[in-house]
């Protein structure tokens, strides 16, 4: 399986008359895309806008973020959702570089555990650098369900709506030279490199938190993916809990460990492949047969190593936990992703639960920590933070005010994906 | 800032009294460094002095522990340090654990900043008492040099009141304290370079060290339940309708306690279900399903349990910390037993 | 909190959906519920069935109290 990536540099996003791509500057036709997004019956308003690095500007309620793509050849758009189910990840697929779009919202109707927690971007200051996306220009499109849509429904019809901007920002590359050509594939290596898998428990609560591949839930049952699929929009986000933890569809496309093991392919290590399965199992022996199932399916691929990552919080780390230890036990060697619940003053133990296999665990940082994000002239996405946070006493206030908040409120700052340098370290 | 005084404790041996024979040595004070004392001193360049030695036997220290620390803080506040250096105690555990001790003290009593060295697997480096840094040192003396050095460097930091890196750039144990930083690689690359490590063979340090839960005996069996009182306490997020102590979904700063005497079931129209951890709609329409009280007073009523205690316990233990998790327990613990309790039923999800 | 509540010489029947936990963390007596949103009930059921159903699961919670155990010990209802 091969997969030309051909990247399109993007240093700015205007509106325009014409949706088009010239020298870097991407114009959008506001109106065109907004009618183009409301041919969705489910969805009754779309508001666009632009933020860019460092401007003074905060984004709320941010449900997904998604990097503009189109597939020219080999397969469809975000199969599943745009297209058919039939595997991406070959053929030829242009990117938008330095896009985002970031899709906001507040789901009517969410409430309790099927509710949504607020998640923040900063465009500048000190709390910028803890988001994946305040380095790129995002089109942010808030958007509102129809009336009366379910929290499920509302979510569906935000989510095709920024998968369907994804394409639509990327179209204007169809014919034109890309700025840098990527060549993704695992070809046969030195039988000497030790054979290394990916393991990714992607997470999964119910109808609502979830995570798509090919448009369906991830399974409790590992399934061998090749890491193509998921960079060429095989995975796609759904997940609206805590916003430090989320694994947007954009980290997903770029996901950090697959670009890892794929530059380390025939140097260091044969990528054997990912096992993709799920976080925030509910029922304890359907935790066990995961564990049990990755294991042996790791056995039987020959591998001597592996990445275990997770998603989310709570008792994913059981399910992470498990994993190691069956994985452990049937000699495949781990390494654990993971961020820390340390309080803000980090004297507490990091983590939720553990085996005694787990001895090597990395940190993507103590969500708890507080970070300042000073006042900003323009607020994004809603207009005040959601009720549903009240434990966080920062968010009784206005939205564009100073607040200090723990990283757990900050978009993907802990997430266990590793996209960021950012690490939990003992002193 | 000028030069800083530096008291140094040394044990018996490495204060050049003796070695075994003069284990029961009584505490002494001595002007100048002594034996390591002296490199410590020059490694220290100029930045502090060793005034001081203060030097007692390990087994003195070991076998009459209050009076013979008394003893040293005595000379260690007469010798009027700005900095406290014992060791470094090596694999020795006496000598460790006299260390950890009169670092403690002289933090804790003479408000002196203290700094020991000791190799990681010391008794002492356990028993040390909080703001006691420990530097690492090797097992035995054959490392001296390098441990010294290391002991000096963290000294002139502590000394001066600089702030400390990472434990894992300067050398010391871990205190138990966690801080965020911006590093030069990302998460993923981490996590690839140290499996590879793993699978090498090659020595790695993990970002989290996993501990050894500490162990609590089983409590001994009830005897007889038809005879017991029995309570109940719940971590499921049930909490009176409208939630009026304002538990909350998670990490939950607070327990609380209703009284459920007279009462034959958990209504809904009396408790909800505040968790915000899982998918509340079933608990919230009946919440017997999170605290059985209709199965339990049936139990009750036919006579296979004594009776149960008038009080329900209850939080939400969504990614509770474990630290405030112990805490609420003890406090429920200690309420149980005053009201005479003999055993609980735990209800967690 | 189970583990402090054990401390004082309290046995405890600590029900869960996920045994694992308690049992990684060193919790005596753990008893296996039925699942995370319904630990002891079964919302499909009649409420009959459900009502006998829970009074067999607490039986079962009861009866570890009076169980001798060295080790963190999983049981299930009979």
């Known amino acids: 399986m091969q997969l030309e990536l051909l990247g399109f540099t993007v240093r700015d996003v205007r509106f325009g008359a014409r949706t088009d791509l010239a020298g870097g500057v991407l114009t959008v036709d506001k109106d065109a895309l907004a009618s183009h997004l409301l041919e969705d019956p489910d969805l009754a308003e779309v508001r666009l806008a632009i933020a860019r690095p460092g401007d003074s500007t905060r984004i709320i309620h941010i449900l997904d973020a998604v990097e503009p793509r189109l597939k020219v050849k080999g397969g469809g758009d975000f199969p599943g959702f745009l297209s058919t189910p039939t595997p991406v990840g070959a053929g030829v697929t242009h990117r938008l570089e330095g896009v985002t779009v970031l899709v906001t919202g507040t789901l009517s109707g969410a409430a309790d555990s099927q509710g949504l927690k607020e998640s923040i971007v900063d465009m500048s200051g000190p709390a910028a650098r803890y988001n994946p996306v305040s380095g790129n220009v995002n089109l942010v499109i808030e958007v509102a369900a129809r009336p009366g849509a379910s929290p499920v429904e509302s979510a569906a019809a935000s989510r095709k709506a920024a998968l369907k901007a994804a394409v639509y920002l990327a179209s204007p590359t169809r014919g034109l030279t890309p700025d840098r050509r990527e060549s993704l594939a695992l070809p046969p290596v030195d039988g000497a490199l030790p054979r290394i898998g990916y393991v990714m428990p992607a997470m999964s609560e119910g109808e609502l938190h979830t995570t798509f591949f090919y448009g369906r839930s991830v399974q409790s049952l590992p399934a061998l993916v090749h890491p193509n699929e998921i960079l060429d929009g095989a995975l796609v986000s759904a997940d609206y809990w805590i916003a430090c933890h989320r694994s947007p569809t954009y980290l997903y496309q770029n996901e950090p460990v697959i670009r890892s093991l794929i530059a380390r392919h025939g140097r260091d290590l044969e990528f054997a492949g990912v096992l993709l399965c799920r976080c925030l199992i509910t029922s304890q022996d359907e935790k066990m047969r995961q564990a049990s199932q990755t294991a042996k399916v790791a056995r039987m691929l020959g591998i001597r190593g592996a990445v275990v990552t997770m998603s989310n919080g709570g008792h994913a780390y059981l399910d992470q936990m498990l994993i190691c230890r069956e994985l452990e036990q049937a000699g495949v060697a781990t390494v654990l992703g993971v961020d820390e619940y340390s309080d803000a003053d980090g004297s507490d133990f990091p983590l939720v639960t553990t085996v005694p296999e787990a001895t090597a665990v990395v940190s993507m940082g103590n969500q708890e920590q507080i970070v300042d994000c000073p006042a900003v002239d323009t607020v994004l996405g809603g207009t005040a933070f959601l009720a549903g946070n009240s434990y966080e006493k920062a968010f009784g206030q206005a939205p564009g005010s100073a607040l200090s908040v723990a990283l757990r409120q900050i978009y993907c700052s802990t997430n266990q994906l590793g996209w960021s340098t950012l690490r939990g370290r003992a002193y | 800032m000028s030069t800083f005084r530096i008291v140094h404790y040394l044990n018996q041996f490495f204060g050049g009294l003796g070695g075994e024979e003069k284990a029961d040595a009584a505490p002494t004070l001595r002007a100048g460094p002594i034996g390591p004392g002296v490199l410590l001193h020059d490694l220290c360049r100029g930045q502090a002095e060793v005034a001081a030695t203060v030097t007692c036997g390990d087994n003195r220290m070991a076998e009459h522990p209050a009076e013979t620390l008394r003893a040293v803080l005595d000379l260690v506040r007469e010798a009027k340090p700005d900095l406290l250096v014992a060791g470094p105690a090596f694999g020795s555990g006496r000598y460790g654990l006299a260390c950890a001790a009169v670092c403690s003290a002289a933090r804790q009593e003479l408000g002196v900043p203290a700094v020991t060295a000791m190799s990681p697997d010391n008794p002492g480096a356990e028993s040390r008492g909080a703001h006691v840094i420990v530097a690492i040192s090797g097992p035995t003396a054959s490392t001296m040099k390098a441990d010294l050095e290391r002991l000096a460097r963290l000294a002139v930091k502590i000394g001066r009141r600089e702030p400390l890196g990472a434990a894992d750039d300067e050398g010391y144990l871990p205190s138990g304290r966690r801080v965020n930083e911006f590093g030069t690689k990302t998460g993923a690359e981490r996590m690839v370079e140290m499996l590879l490590r793993k699978v090498r063979g090659e020595p790695f340090a993990s970002e989290v060290v996993v501990p050894a839960f500490e162990p609590v005996p089983p409590a001994p069996p009830v005897r007889d339940l038809s005879t017991a009182t029995l309570a109940v306490v719940t971590t499921s997020g049930l909490v009176g309708a409208g939630n009026p102590g304002g538990v909350e979904s998670w990490r939950a700063t607070k327990w609380e306690k209703y009284d459920i005497s007279g009462l034959s079931e958990l209504s809904p129209d009396a408790f909800t279900c505040v968790h915000g951890g899982y998918d509340t709609r079933h608990i919230r329409a009946n919440p017997n399903r999170a605290v059985p009280l209709d199965a339990l007073r049936a139990s009750e009523r036919e006579g296979r349990i004594g009776r149960l205690h008038d009080v329900l316990y209850t939080t939400v233990g969504n990614v509770m910390p474990v630290l405030r998790a112990s805490q609420f327990g003890r406090e429920i613990a200690a309420e149980l037993r005053s009201a005479g309790v003999e055993a609980a039923i735990f209800t967690a999800t | ?78």
Do not use: Y
């Open chain 3, 1 to 78: 909190m189970a583990k402090e509540i054990e401390r004082v010489g309290i046995p405890v029947a600590f029900c869960t959906a996920i045994p694992a936990v308690p049992l990684s963390v060193g919790v005596s007596r753990i008893f296996q519920g039925k699942a995370v949103t319904c630990l002891l009930g079964d919302a499909s059921l009649p409420a009959e069935a459900e009502r006998s159903l829970r009074a067999r699961l607490t039986a079962g919670a009861l009866a570890t109290l009076t169980r001798e155990v060295n080790e963190p010990t999983l049981f299930r209802a009979d």
